[in-house]
């Protein structure tokens, strides 16, 4: 039993590149997440899935997009890497959205930096 | 301005003994507490959690204590092993019925030496 898989574990853009962070999850969990975390900000939240087929803005979304692809997949999409999202990115699930009794789930991390 | 803060970023303990992780709020609608442990490379583990009804929670060897006058909690760790030895992250929400108002604090990174 994986629980949440992310790819890749290490990336470095160039400014202007693209790409997509993978994330999947294998405990049926209804809610998924996207968590960055920077030296001296903590964890935030950039976009979060409640339930398939719906996604929301979360605390510091711009230059980031994503997608729920089914109940088992987020990605997150960075259209034109700048190096303010140099960061360590972590995807998380839940069962629901309650936090009660359905604490979130986290995956490894993605290491990534943008030059 | 944050909102939960851990003002100790390290604490070393001796195996055996008690670890003490301390964390402080400022906004008193938070009603629900969280602390999740985060070995390196890997993603945070939920370890316990406490709702603002009560001021004491306890999983084994791990006990949440809640001061609200204080806006204060901690976590205590009895006896403390090397395994233990972990970064310490305390969150905490004033709506426990959606994941996405977590607030974090910064951490603690706890050396647990034998």
New interface residues.
């Given amino acids: 039993n994986a629980g949440v898989t992310q790819t890749p574990k290490f990336q470095v853009l160039k400014t202007g590149q693209s790409m997509t962070l993978q994330c999947a999850q294998d405990m049926n969990h209804n809610s998924m997440y996207w968590y960055r975390q920077d030296p001296g900000m903590g964890l935030r939240l950039i976009y979060y899935s409640a339930s398939e087929g719906t996604t929301d803005k979360g605390e510091v979304p711009n230059g980031y997009n994503v997608s729920r692809l089914n109940k088992r997949e987020f990605s997150l999409r960075l259209e034109s890497a700048a190096p303010s999202q140099t960061s360590v990115y972590f995807c998380a699930s839940s069962g629901t959205r309650h936090l009660y009794n359905s604490p979130l789930h986290f995956g490894n991390g993605t290491r990534l930096t943008v030059t | 301005d ?1 909102q ?1 803060k851990q003002n100790s970023p390290s604490l070393s303990v001796q195996e055996g003994r008690i670890s003490i992780l301390n964390c402080d709020y400022t906004n008193s609608m938070f009603d ?1 507490f ?1 602390w ?1 442990k985060k070995y390196p ?6 370890l316990i ?1 406490i709702s603002s009804i009560k001021d004491k929670n306890e999983d084994g060897r791990f006990t949440v204590f809640l001061n609200k006058s204080a806006k204060h909690l901690s976590l205590h760790i009895v006896p403390s092993q090397p395994g233990d030895s972990a970064v310490y ?1 305390c ?1 905490a ?1 004033n709506n ?5 108002k ?1 607030i ?4 603690t990174s706890l050396a647990v030496n034998p």
């Fill in positions: 944050q939960v629900y969280l999740y490379a890997e993603g945070p583990t939920f959690s992250f969150a929400t426990a019925g959606n994941n996405r977590l974090w604090g910064l951490g």
